[in-house]
């Protein structure tokens, strides 16, 4: 995800979130590689197979986003905040 043709500049990140599918609930950890306003770029594990929608939380400080996965590149999704 090299090239850049976002509308919003991504801050880096690095750090781990819990990522929160409808279906089951369950958390799975990811690791966000950076954020902007409108989205983020996030890395799961090779067992993790995300859905196009689910529910992001980076931090307890800051309230859960849903997200939408708009790229696949291997492990590593591009996902715009939703709402």
Request: glycine letters at 6%.
């Amino acid at each position: 995800m090299s090239d850049n043709r976002r509308s919003t500049p991504r801050k880096d990140a690095f750090q781990v979130a819990s990522l929160i599918a409808d279906e089951c609930g369950e958390p799975c950890e990811c690791l966000v590689w950076d954020v902007s306003e409108t989205g983020a770029q996030i890395e799961v594990a090779a067992e993790i197979v995300a859905p196009d929608r689910f529910t992001l939380r980076v931090t307890a400080y800051e309230p859960p986003r849903r997200c939408r996965v708009v790229r696949r590149e291997g492990r590593r999704l591009g996902v715009r905040f939703e709402g």
